[in-house]
């Protein structure tokens, strides 16, 4: 969608709200020296919603965002707001935006950080633009999102390590992996870690069908055995899973190892930073160009802007021709 805002509104806020994902930093140095260079201002709020509605901003130069773009985490933090749920706690907000003589803001975040900001835009007027950041990859419109490279990276790195272990025992290892609602971690470490198997929300397989090539797994390799489980997976994560088939497999010393949080930080890839100031730069462009309530991405290499809510309306699909190379090579 265009909007009628336009260059001598030059006044503009970025956040970063939902799970923080590695990249972040990257996106708001963007954004902020690309609005620079444009002789804007731009204003940083605080703690996602939260922030915006108890007004928690500060104007940002070039050195606020100075040897940030190495570091994970997100230097504007987040939080979750339960006030911004609301009909009244999102009037406080965009009350507070027009009292900073805001009425354009860069969202940095998942489906529910676009979902919030598509609210302002529909109820209040607010010109928003969304950057994808999230480790998950499930937002429709960009082909990866920030932090999912690192997150992928920093999975492998683990498992690889858990491989060394299981070998040296001889263990069956349960690794999950983050992914509530989609499996793209859990499929591309699968694929680069050598999983034996790797359990999806996308392709659900039910009990006896897990055992069953578990049992074709244990039969063909000797040695320790790695299955990789989302944690969306509707066999109830690795603990779950473990605890259903650990009858069956009372002879292999089977191990559960839940890598958590660990997948949302440590430092950005190169390909996370280069991703992350691309879209940073991009957002600040679609909004001079009058856009509002979309989203930028990259698809085949090249920035695409797109209707925010698509981002979250529609599913993203994994790679199915991965999934069956991984049923392939295991």
Known sequence: MESNYNNSDKKIGVFTSGGDAPGMNAAVRAVVRSALHKDWKITGINRGYQGLIKGNFNELTSQSVSNIIQRGGTILKSARSEEFRTEEGRAKAAENLKEEGLDALVAIGGDGTFQGASMLNEEHGIHVVGIPGTIDNDLVGSDETIGYDTALNTAMDNIDK??????????????????????????????????????????????????????????????????????????????????????????????????????????????????????????????????????????????????????????????YELLELSQILR
């Open 162 to 319: 858990i491989r060394d272990t299981a070998d040296a025992h001889d263990r069956l290892f349960l690794v999950e992996v983050m992914g509530r609602d989609a499996g793209f971690i859990a499929l591309e470490t699968g694929i680069a870690s050598g999983a034996e198997l790797i359990l999806l929300p996308e392709s659900l397989q039910e009990i006896p069908e897990i055992k069953r090539s578990l049992n074709e797994v244990l039969k063909d390799h000797l040695r320790s055995s790695l299955v990789v489980v989302a944690e969306g997976d509707e066999t109830g994560g690795a603990m779950k899973l473990a605890d259903k088939i650990k009858d069956d497999f009372a002879d292999y010393d089977m191990r559960v190892c839940i890598l958590g949080h660990t997948q949302r930080g440590g430092r950005p890839t190169a390909r996370d930073r280069v991703l992350a100031s691309r879209l940073g730069s991009a957002a600040v462009n679609a909004l001079e160009d009058g856009h509002t309530n979309v989203m930028v991405g990259v698809v085949n290499n090249k920035i695409k802007i797109s209707p925010i809510k698509m981002a979250w309306s529609k599913k993203k699909q994994i790679n």
